[in-house]
């Protein structure tokens, strides 16, 4: 007999790709008005366990419930009938349209056949005010910060008047105050009977916002357990095993300054910034969403201009705004926006891994273009060098002997406007 304030079951999914098995035997089940985490380490399985619900992927093996009816997701129109709306870590938005166009995409209301572009940005106007943003419902998405965008991702997904709501590591990119606006939301639609999916590693946010958590580990559910389990208990039941010390404090040998930033100011972004890098160690640069983190290490490595200050690489002044010479001294950036800033979608991870040494791989057969009027075969056009997610961006700065590399959130320059 099944549970009436079911929502969702999932039995015994399996799902294989060539050479790798990603799920084998996967239980899991939602309740109304609960917030059930999804936890486990990277690569242990839970976005594709959560693209089989939002209908990316089907199973090989298993089968999926809703309401006690066993049903299957062919695409995401499958995934929004059954009332299932997902936020994915990686957003799904379309740049050069409004707010309010990308909230009800597909779905804009009508009057006399055209579209109610009155209507749909009033209704986008009260999404957006649910979720405590203040966004115009008529701005271009492509003008928004990391932190707006995923506030217009939830927007969406509550004009979509879901039963069951998977967000996938949310509040990765908020500040503190944004995490505490998301969990009143969250709060609120659990009072109103919503069944919410949530990943997250942060394991205090399981107990501050969960009812349940279920653990994956190795593609494998390993475990079902309160959300006020201690967190050794959570991190040994996603590892397989005791970790006494989760982070041990290691004391490393710290050689010599590599880089040296010096009074770094750009007038009302940043100010006066200064900080070394010794060979051995790694530097954070913290602060608040919009505090200049990322315009610092652009700045850096010469993706942006700076009004005053100095960049030196082992005691050398670094020309100011100048990529080729960052590179050449060793500098590379992973950008905060892998896939927009990164990664060159269409190409093949070889093709991104290799775009870092492209222009001294091209250097050699100029002579077979040169006069031509045509870009060496392969040449990436308008990209200066390419900038090549995580793995494959951070992959380009070894093939770059880089020997200084910041993080903001690869290797090469921004592509020419």
Sequence with gaps: MSNPDELLRIEGIRKTFPGVVALDGVDFDLRRGEVHVLLGENGAGKSTLIKMLSGAYTPDEGRILAGGEEVRIHGAQDSERLGIATIYQEFNLVPDLTVAENIFLGRQPRRLGMIDRK???????????????????????????????????????????ARVLI??????????????????????????????????????????????????????????????????????????????????????????????????????????????????????????????RTEVVRAVFGADPYDKGAVKVAGAALRRHDVNAAMEAGIGLIPEDRKGQGLVLDASVEENLGLVTLRSATARDSSTSRGSGRPPPGSPGSWACGWPDSASTYGRCPAATSRRSSSASGCSPTPRS
Excluded at 122 to 151: H, K, N, W
Excluded at 219 to 241: H, I, K, W, Y
Aim: no cysteine.
């Design 167 to 292: 967000m996938d590591e949310p509040t990765a990119v908020l500040t503190s105050e944004e995490v505490e606006k998301l969990f009143a939301i969250v709060r609120k639609l659990r009072e109103d009977g919503v069944g919410i999916v949530f990943i997250t590693h942060h394991l205090e946010e399981i107990a501050a916002l969960g009812d349940r958590v279920t653990v994956i580990r190795d593609g494998r559910s390993v475990g079902q357990v309160p959300a006020s389990t201690p967190e050794d208990e959570l991190v040994r039941l996603m590892v397989g095993r005791s970790i006494e010390q989760q982070y041990p404090r290691e004391q490393p040998e710290k050689g010599a300054a590599l880089l040296t930033v010096e009074g770094l100011t750009r007038d009302g972004v940043f100010h006066d910034v200064s900080f070394e890098v010794h060979a051995g160690e790694v530097v954070g640069i913290a602060g608040l969403v919009g505090a200049g």
């Design 119 to 161: 209507r749909m940005e009033a209704d986008a106007e009260v999404l957006l005010a649910r979720v405590g943003v203040d966004v115009s419902p008529r701005a271009r998405v492509r003008e928004l910060g990391i932190a707006r965008l995923q506030m217009v991702e939830i927007a969406k997904a509550l004009s979509l008047d």
